[in-house]
Structure formats: C-alpha cells, structure tokens
C-alpha cells in the first residue's frame, strides 16, 4: 500500500488532471466527475434548503419524543420516551436529478397549497443556496415543477454563426439552456426587437441578415437612422426607404402587393401563399425596420397626418402580411405607449418579443408584456458587458435568455455583396400593382 507522504505527492498531479479534463473537454467532466457529487450535494442539502427558502410546509407526525419524567433521589432526571403527535417540516418529495448540457434538472411535488409560483418567486434564494448561476422553474403537469439549474452563464461566449439551410429560419444565436436561438417567420411571422443603445440590436439584425440573404427572400430595409445601418446593406436590399416620407411610400407599396397576393390567393382558392402551386407562388418579403420610435414622432401638427397614414400601413401589413408571405422586423429603443395607439396595436400584432438590455422599465413591460413578471426582471437585469443577450419570448409561450452570435456590420456587409445577385428588384417585385410609387 503506498504510503502517506505518496499520496500527498499524487494529489497535485490529480488536480492538474482533473483541471485539464475540466478545461479540454468540460461536457464529460461534468457528466462522469462533477455531476454525481453535485447531485448527492443536491439531495442531501434539500431538507435545509427547502426550510431555508420557505418552501416546507408543518405537518402533523406521531414520533417518539422524550419528556421529563420522574427526579430521582440523586436529583438526576430521568426522561422517558413517548408516542406522540408533533408538527415537523415536510420538503417537497424530489425525484433524482437528471445532468443537462450546462448543469441539472429535478422534479419536485408540490405541497398542498403550493404552485410553481412559489418556486419561481424562491428561485432566486434557491440558486444561492445551492451556488448556481441561475435556477429557471417550470411546470409540467399539476402537482410538480421542475428546478433547471445552470452552473455558470453559458451565454458569456456563444460560438459562430451556422449556415441556416431552411426558407425563411435562421438561427441567430443560443439558448441558456443550450439550444439554438431560432428566428422561423413561417412561425412567427413578425417581431419586436427592443434595447438600449448599445445593447445589441443591430447585431441581432446583421445575424439576420446574414442568414436570410442566400435564401430566396425579398429584404426590404425601412431605416429610420438617416440609412446610417442599412445602406451597406443595400446590394441584398430589394428597397430601402432612409426617412419618414420614404418609408410611407415603401409602406403603401407594400399594402399594395399584399392586396395583390391576396387575390391571387383567392383565384386560385388558396389560404396563404404557401398553398399556391410553386409556380404561382409570390416570392416571401422579410421587411427590417430600424428605429421604430422615429415612424411615430410628432414634431409639429402639421405631420399628424403623415404619422397616421404611415402607422396605418404598417397595422395593415402586420394583420394581414403573414398569409401573403410579408414579415415585419421591428427594432427600437424604446416601444413605450407614449408614442402613441399605432405602437400599441403594432405591438399587439407581434408575436414575436425580443427585450435587450433597456433604459427604461416601460420598454421591457411594453415588449414582453404579459409574460411571466420573473422575465422582466431578468430583462432589467441584463448587465451592460454582455451586449447581444436579451431576454426572447419564444412560440412554446416560454421565454428564454438567450444570446446572438457576434456578426459584425463587416461580416453582414460581405454575405450582401456575395448574395447580390439573389436580390429580386423592388420593380420586378411591384410592376403589376395597379399604382405603385417606387420606394
Ligand atoms: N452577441 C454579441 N456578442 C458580442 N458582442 C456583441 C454582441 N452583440 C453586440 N455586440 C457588440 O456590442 C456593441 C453594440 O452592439 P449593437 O451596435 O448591435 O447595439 P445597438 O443596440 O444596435 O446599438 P445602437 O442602438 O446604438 O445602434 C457592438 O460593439 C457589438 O459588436
């Protein structure tokens, strides 16, 4: 048997192991080394950390307990031991936890009383108990909630871009859970992409770009920023309307061609473009607007008129668009009610909400609206060093923490030059509509 000082020689040599492990290959430390003992820790620490958190409930119990009985003549007590009932702190029952790509999972059942509200509300006191980078809950059924638990951010570095191969879906970054962050128009047909200055917006909509210009798309871009971000865009942009005017051209052209392919659509006694024989079948517009705000800002009265009409055609397209094959992409710093009922009723349109970090509450509240008050705190949590995550309300009507891959304006402005052929002229696109002015 080796001796002791032998041993105490070995043990740097194991930890220089265990720490290259960890570094080159980290998925199967976690799953052979790191995993079983974070489970035993997990399962033995429960009863405390239930307690601690609130999430016991008293029950009544018979147990033996001692009470004093008689003194004896020596003056030593003597105890005796009885069967009785006493209140005692129940956990809920859990069930193994399961390892996941960047921690683990267990299921719980609830106590009488309890719903997956009060896990979600203790989330945060349990993710602290048990030192993890954050604890999401969720409900699979009545009477049991799942704890998913993330050892450490996966977000701080999200790899490269991969190629998207089907029509109009595009994945644009990753889940905190690991899986990839998809933007599918044929799903989802428009969204809201809201954020600070700084907070990654434009990124997200490079992603976009560059995934969506070898495909068989339209882009059109409305850039409320003078054209400052699309314009190097402009080879894979079929129009670009860089100021209000042009936007409410580009707009009524748009409302045109839906008008358009909705009688075709009709002839031919089909719901959507997508059921019309291939032949037939228009080509899909993804519309990308920068500076939503800007659509809905009233210098003086006099632009009253131009700000409901342009606001009006974009309701229209965003009703009606998703049959006829015309996908909305709106981003902004801020989509506050403030701005007006068209930003309201446009918002009600998008399905799709995507908060990044943001100034002001009421811009988190506006685009996540009715989910979950445990994402807007999250959202309003997102620190300034992570620019590009952003808090995603997803078609499952779950929401997600997720992160775009980092595609530089250089990057996006390559793939539009090298798919520049692929871009359908807005002419072509619009030359049989009744009227149409050119954007
Ligand atoms: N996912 C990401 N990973 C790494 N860096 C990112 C990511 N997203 C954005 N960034 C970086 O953060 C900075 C700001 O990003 P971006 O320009 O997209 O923000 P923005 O919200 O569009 O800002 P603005 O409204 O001022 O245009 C850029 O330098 C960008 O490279």
């Given at each position: 048997?080796p001796?002791?000082?032998?041993?105490?020689?070995?043990?740097?040599?194991?930890?220089?192991?265990?720490?290259a492990?960890?570094?080159?290959?980290?998925?199967?430390?976690?799953?052979?080394?790191?995993?079983?003992?974070?489970?035993?820790s997990?399962r033995?620490?429960?009863?405390?950390?239930?307690?601690?958190?609130?999430?016991?409930?008293k029950r009544?119990?018979?147990?033996?307990?001692?009470?004093?009985?008689?003194?004896?003549?020596?003056?030593?007590?003597?105890?005796?031991?009885?069967?009785?009932?006493?209140?005692?702190?129940?956990?809920?029952?859990?069930?193994?936890?399961?390892?996941?790509?960047?921690?683990?999972?267990?299921?719980?059942?609830t106590?009488?009383?309890?719903t997956?509200?009060?896990?979600?509300?203790?989330?945060?006191?349990?993710?602290?108990?048990?030192?993890?980078?954050?604890?999401?809950?969720?409900?699979?059924?009545?009477?049991?909630?799942?704890?998913?638990?993330?050892?450490?951010?996966?977000?701080?570095?999200?790899?490269?871009?991969?190629?998207?191969?089907?029509?109009?879906?595009?994945?644009?970054?990753?889940?905190?859970?690991?899986?990839?962050?998809?933007?599918?128009?044929?799903?989802?047909?428009?969204?809201?992409?809201?954020?600070?200055?700084?907070?990654?917006?434009?990124?997200?909509?490079?992603?976009?770009?560059?995934?969506?210009?070898?495909?068989?798309?339209?882009?059109?871009?409305?850039?409320?920023?003078?054209?400052?971000?699309?314009?190097?865009?402009?080879?894979?942009?079929?129009?670009?309307?860089?100021?209000?005017?042009?936007?409410?051209?580009?707009?009524?052209?748009?409302?045109?061609?839906?008008?358009?392919?909705?009688?075709?659509?009709?002839?031919?006694?089909?719901?959507?473009?997508?059921?019309?024989?291939?032949?037939?079948?228009?080509?899909?517009?993804?519309?990308?607007?920068?500076?939503?705000?800007?659509?809905?800002?009233?210098?003086?009265?006099?632009?009253?008129?131009?700000?409901?009409?342009?606001?009006?055609?974009?309701?229209?397209?965003?009703?009606?668009?998703?049959?006829?094959?015309?996908?909305?992409?709106?981003?902004?710093?801020?989509?506050?009610?403030?701005?007006?009922?068209?930003?309201?009723?446009?918002?009600?349109?998008?399905?799709?909400?995507?908060?990044?970090?943001?100034?002001d509450?009421?811009?988190?509240t506006?685009?996540?609206?009715?989910?979950?008050?445990?994402?807007?705190?999250?959202?309003?949590?997102i620190?300034?060093?992570?620019?590009?995550?952003?808090?995603?309300?997803?078609?499952?009507?779950?929401?997600?923490?997720?992160?775009?891959?980092?595609?530089?304006?250089?990057?996006?402005?390559?793939?539009?030059?090298?798919?520049?052929?692929?871009?359908?002229?807005?002419?072509?696109?619009?030359?049989?509509?009744?009227?149409?002015?050119?954007?």
């Open positions: 048997m001796d002791l000082p032998a041993w105490l020689a070995a043990l740097p040599l194991i930890g220089a192991g265990l720490w492990w960890r570094r080159w290959h980290y998925p199967s430390f976690w799953l052979i080394a790191a995993f079983p003992l974070v489970a035993l997990v033995a620490s429960w009863r405390r950390v239930a307690l601690g958190c609130g999430l016991t409930k009544q119990r018979w147990w033996f307990t001692t009470v004093p009985g008689l003194i004896a003549s020596t003056g030593i007590v003597r105890v005796r031991r009885r069967f009785q009932r006493v209140a005692v702190d129940t956990k809920p029952l859990m069930w193994l936890p399961r390892p996941t790509r960047h921690g683990w999972r267990v299921t719980l059942h106590l009488e009383g309890q997956p509200g009060d896990y979600t509300d203790a989330a945060e006191r349990l993710a602290h108990s048990w030192s993890v980078h954050a604890i999401r809950v969720s409900s699979p059924g009545p009477g049991r909630v799942v704890l998913s638990a993330t050892m450490r951010d996966p977000l701080v570095t999200v790899n490269q871009l991969p190629p998207s191969t089907d029509l109009l879906k595009v994945t644009v970054g990753r889940l905190e859970t690991g899986r990839p962050w998809m933007i599918d128009f044929r799903t989802v047909p428009h969204w809201l992409n809201a954020g600070a200055t700084q907070s990654g917006k434009s990124n997200l909509a490079n992603a976009l770009i560059v995934g969506l210009a070898p495909q068989p798309v339209a882009l059109v871009g409305i850039d409320l920023k003078g054209g400052v971000e699309f314009t190097p865009y402009a080879p894979r942009l079929s129009a670009l309307a860089t100021c209000r005017e042009e936007a409410g051209r580009l707009l009524d052209d748009l409302v045109a061609l839906m008008l358009d392919r909705m009688g075709v659509c009709r002839q031919a006694a089909a719901r959507n473009i997508w059921q019309l024989p291939p032949a037939l079948r228009p080509v899909p517009v993804v519309v990308l607007v920068d500076e939503l705000a800007e659509l809905y800002l009233m210098a003086d009265k006099s632009e009253k008129d131009e700000i409901a009409r342009t606001s009006t055609a974009l309701l229209r397209v965003a009703q009606l668009g998703r049959a006829f094959g015309i996908y909305l992409f709106c981003c902004g710093q801020r989509i506050g009610s403030d701005l007006g009922p068209g930003v309201t009723a446009l918002r009600a349109q998008c399905s799709g909400r995507i908060c990044h970090r943001v100034n509450p009421e811009t988190a506006m685009t996540l609206d009715d989910l979950d008050p445990a994402a807007l705190a999250s959202a309003r949590a620190p300034a060093e992570t620019p590009g995550v952003a808090i995603v309300a997803s078609q499952d009507g779950q929401w997600y923490r997720a992160r775009s891959f980092h595609v530089t304006e250089h990057t996006a402005e390559q793939a539009t030059h090298t798919h520049a052929h692929l871009t359908p002229s807005w002419n072509e696109i619009t030359t049989h509509l009744p009227e149409h002015a050119h954007a």
